[in-house]
């Protein structure tokens, strides 16, 4: 029985994902990269903030600090999440479904917290969650499972109880390592990856509407 649920935020509660493979490569360009390679998004949205600063410093030999470099696409992504990205669909209604069933909730991200935080109170869901978890807390990322482990301590669950929504590959797989249940939720981004998230999540959601046939 579910107990708790763990949300991820980028194409899952929000719909952002296009806006990072964008950045990416504009950011590459604007340091000289004219070319960026057609992967690099699928790289990078393995890695934690940290991480994929100084992968761009390493592979494209940029002669920038790994602070330039964070800083600079926080800069080009902030206007996004301050004003434009929106929620996906039926985030407010499970939401809403969640509180009915006194189910609590939180999110685990590997967004910039400030861009997390902003787009949240935006969208009128940051004051519905019990908690938000970032990069900043949980440096390693959804690549070891320190970030969901921690997220059960405030919901108040087990491992077996508590489930993971996630709309990428890598973080599913974290989770399910570590013991939790998991939820795989369809966003375009993850296209390439959908038959082996659908293998390996022990749910597929089209759409959070399809939340509540699992609860």
């Known amino acids: 029985m579910i107990k708790g649920i763990i949300f991820d935020l980028d ?3 929000i719909d952002s994902m296009k806006i990072w493979y964008s950045v990416d490569r504009n950011f590459l ?3 000289g990269v004219t070319d960026p390679p057609a992967d690099i998004s699928e790289k990078l ?10 992968y761009f410093i390493d592979r494209f030999h940029l ?3 790994k602070e330039y470099v964070i800083k600079r696409i926080e800069d080009m992504v902030r206007e996004e999440y301050e004003h434009n990205i929106q929620l996906k669909p039926y985030v407010c209604e499970t939401l809403d479904m969640l509180d009915s069933k006194g189910i609590p909730y939180g999110v685990a991200t590997a967004t910039y917290k400030v861009l997390a935080e902003a787009v949240m109170k935006r969208c009128g869901i940051r004051d519905r969650v019990r908690f938000l978890l970032t ?7 959804k690549k070891f499972p320190d970030i969901f482990i921690g997220g059960t301590e405030p919901l108040g669950c087990g ?8 709309d990428s590959l890598h973080a599913i797989e974290t989770a399910k390592k570590a013991g939790l249940v998991t939820a795989g939720i369809y966003d375009e981004s ?3 990856d959908r038959q082996r998230i659908i293998g390996t999540a022990d749910y597929y959601l089209e759409s959070l ?6 609860l």
Do not use: C, F, H
């Open 29 to 31: 360009r604007e340091n």
């Open 190 to 192: 993850a296209e390439p």
């Open 135 to 141: 990069d900043a807390e949980y440096p390693r990322g």
């Open 63 to 65: 002669n920038v600090t």
């Open 11 to 13: 194409g899952t509660l």
């Open 209 to 214: 509407a399809e939340l509540k046939n699992i």
């Open 159 to 166: 491992a077996d109880d508590t489930l993971v929504i996630e």
């Open 45 to 54: 949205k393995k890695m934690t903030v940290d991480q994929s600063s100084q």
